[in-house]
């Protein structure tokens, strides 16, 4: 199964594949904000002990 994230905010919604971290879509975040969404993301993927 593959496992993602939706991070929401305000109006702001994106969806972030937890094994490539690739982003399947952003609506309302800029670049910055997105950039540091992906490196939290990154930095705890292993919540479920899952995941590199």
């Not at 702001?12 to 490196?39: M, P």
């Amino acid at each position: 199964m593959n496992q993602h994230v939706h991070v929401l905010r305000d109006d702001n919604v994106a969806k972030i594949w937890l094994s490539t971290l690739a982003v399947e879509y952003n609506y309302g975040y800029n670049e910055r904000e997105l950039n540091r969404i992906v490196r939290l993301v990154r930095d705890n993927r292993k919540w479920n002990g899952k995941f590199p």
